[in-house]
Nanobody, 119 residues
Framework: VQLQASGGGLVQAGGSLRLSCASS????????MGWYRQAPGKQRELVATITSGGIANYADSVKGRFTISRDNAKYAVYLQMNSLNPEDTAVYYC??????????????WGKGTQVTVSS
């Protein structure tokens, strides 16, 4: 499975962006999907995850500002980001836990999309 993230860009503080992650390839099932981010000089961190049943989990730093959603038919995941601040500047990666046709469980990662928030 290949994941392709899009929707990043440059935005002023207080603005909004919507990230999308589309998947392609053959897979038996995708379980949890999520978004992670990595700022310069920092470790990659969880932003939000969502189960196939729609249960979402958020990092404390984004609660109330970001909303994760998914389209199970398309194996796509989205991240609506509102009230952005410069601390949200990072490369955002989408992630999916997939079950292959041979029933192996694997983690898949997209290449990332840059989000830059100016003050």
């Amino acid at each position: 499975v290949q994941l392709q993230a899009s929707g990043g860009g440059l935005v002023q503080a207080g603005g909004s962006l919507r990230l999308s992650c589309a998947s392609s390839g053959v897979i038996f099932r995708i379980n949890d999907m999520g978004w992670y981010r990595q700022a310069p000089g920092k470790q990659r961190e969880l932003v939000a995850t969502i189960t196939s049943g729609g249960i979402a989990n958020y990092a404390d730093s984004v609660k109330g500002r970001f909303t994760i959603s998914r389209d199970n038919a398309k194996y796509a995941v989205y991240l609506q980001m509102n009230s952005l601040n410069p601390e949200d500047t990072a490369v955002y990666y989408c992630n999916a836990e997939g079950v292959t046709l041979t029933r192996s469980v694997m983690d898949f990662w997209g290449k990332g999309t840059q989000v830059t928030v100016s003050s």
